[in-house]
């Protein structure tokens, strides 16, 4: 069973529990008239009453090759706010088909947090920009295949020519135009951003476990700012992949002719290892790619290199094991390893049995052209860390360096957690590990906190990591920035 993590987002006069997604950068909602079975909603739907249709629509697509999960529908604008947040003429789809699993995860929608160039609606609007075209059936943006990557080739900037064939060079949209569109067309939180509404331009996320030993990490979503009782000091920080003209990345401005721009929240990462041993470069990868991962809150499951999955599977001595048995994938980044929890890498295989756990891991389609990461690492290894996504400048990156900033949470004993759950449950919940499945909040705090989850918020917050814990009391957060409650749900679903 996959799992997604969500927050309440207003739209119109409607509030929305909508998927927390780093993986993509659209905001989407289920219409009201949808007709992807919605007559069974058990949370709100988009009514549209104060939607204004742009006379575009977009398929969005999400995953790759051995998902091919999608949502199609009309795009306009809206008013859209999180929390103490608001932004007007919000673009945004009202998905009107999808067969994604959205609503059995009791979620209405994606909450995209990636960057504006690639935002699906952003490059669709940008494509109408151009005249003199006949249709729209030319366009690569609305309508994604897999590992979906922009077409930016009919873009003009510096020293660089336009090279698709359905655009005249002269009539295709500049750089220029492309980041002035940033702070109207793009993405609810790169709005805010450029609106200056942020104190800084970063959202943090921690997750909460959900089976085996459930809490951990308070489920939290912060923007603005890092939440109370974490420094960016505590935290190691790496700096974004960018995307050059020569691999389909943004052509920079003439004001800034060195400019290279990320697509999406994909770092480099050193090695990969699996209980304590540097497992091989995958032979799929053409060697010349640098390792890379993309950080995916949208992504239920671990994904990546076939062949270095069959090596995992080998040292593990098959495709399950022994729910009791300790087992640590590990990522190195930025020179730190960072551990997967040994309680999030599986999943019981059957319910009443821990004789069998199955690993969260899937393989993915390989760099070849377009995105150029190897991994794709989700809420598995995002339970594992405290995970903050800088955004830096936007329309000028080398201003202000995009980055991410990662903290290990996985306690020292975790694997005597994990075998001390086990053999509970074995005793006294006839071999069901714990499990737990929560409908959205139906209100936004004010005054969250990390560290172990409990019922209501704590007075006092708490953060665990191997090495040290820190208490102190909680204050509130500054106007320019706010702190919502992520909560999960459960589905056969995994959305990027």
Request: glycine fraction near 8%; include cysteine; charge should be negative.
């Amino acid at each position: 069973m996959f799992r997604t993590y969500s927050v309440l987002v207003q739209i119109g006069e409607t509030l929305l529990p909508l998927v927390v997604d780093t993986g993509s950068s659209d905001l989407w909602v289920l219409a009201s008239t949808c007709s992807a079975d919605c007559f069974s909603a058990t949370v709100p739907l988009y009514p549209q009453t104060s939607f204004r249709p742009s006379g575009l629509s977009v398929r969005l697509s999400y995953g790759d090759s051995r998902t091919g999960t999608y949502a199609q529908g009309p795009v306009g604008v809206d008013t859209a706010g999180i929390a103490n947040f608001w932004v007007r003429d919000q673009f945004l789809a009202a998905i009107l088909e999808t067969n994604t699993s959205v609503l059995q995860t009791d979620t209405a929608g994606i909450f995209g947090l990636g960057f504006p160039i690639n935002s699906v609606i952003l490059n669709a609007l940008l494509a109408t920009s151009v005249p003199h075209r006949t249709s729209l059936d030319g366009l690569n943006t609305p309508s994604f295949s897999t590992r979906v990557f922009p077409d930016l080739s009919g873009i003009r900037g510096h020293r660089t020519t336009v090279t698709r064939k359905d655009w005249a060079p002269s009539l295709s949209p500049s750089v220029n135009d492309v980041l002035a569109s940033f702070s109207t067309n793009g993405p609810l939180i790169p709005r805010l951003i450029l609106a200056g509404a942020l104190a800084s331009p970063i959202v943090a996320v921690s997750l909460q476990r959900d089976a085996i030993e459930i809490g951990g990490n308070q489920g939290i979503l912060s923007i603005g700012e890092l939440p109370p009782g974490i420094a960016a000091d505590d935290m190691g920080w790496v700096p974004l992949r960018g995307y050059t003209v020569a691999e389909g990345g943004l052509p920079p401005p003439e004001d800034s002719p060195n400019e290279v721009y990320p697509i999406t929240w994909e770092v480099t990462v050193d090695d990969v290892y699996f209980d304590g041993l540097k497992l091989p470069r995958s032979a799929l990868v053409a060697s010349n790619i640098t390792l890379t991962a993309l950080l995916d809150t949208g992504n239920s499951l671990i994904r990546g290199p076939k062949d270095v999955l069959e090596a995992i599977a080998a040292q593990l001595g098959g495709a399950t094991y022994d729910c009791a048995e300790a087992h640590t994938l590990a990522f190195q980044i930025g020179g730190k390893m960072y551990p997967v929890d040994p309680r999030d890498f599986g999943s019981q295989t059957f319910e009443d049995t821990t004789s069998q756990c199955t690993p969260n891991l899937s393989p993915t389609d390989p760099p070849n052209s377009g995105f150029l990461y190897s991994w794709s690492i989700g809420d598995p290894f995002l339970k594992s860390v405290f995970v903050a996504f800088y955004y830096g400048n936007l329309t000028h990156p080398s201003q202000d360096r995009p980055r991410v900033g990662l903290l290990s949470t996985v306690p020292s004993d975790a694997a005597q957690r994990l075998q001390a759950t086990v053999q509970f449950s074995n005793v006294t919940l006839g071999g069901s590990l714990p499990m737990v499945s929560e409908g959205a909040p139906s209100d936004t705090p004010s005054f969250p906190g990390i560290g172990i989850k409990h019922s209501s918020l704590p007075s006092q917050i708490s953060y665990t990591s191997s090495a040290t814990m820190k208490r102190m009391p909680v204050s509130p957060v500054s106007p320019a920035s706010i702190i919502a409650l992520l909560t999960i749900a459960f589905a056969t679903f995994a959305m990027s």
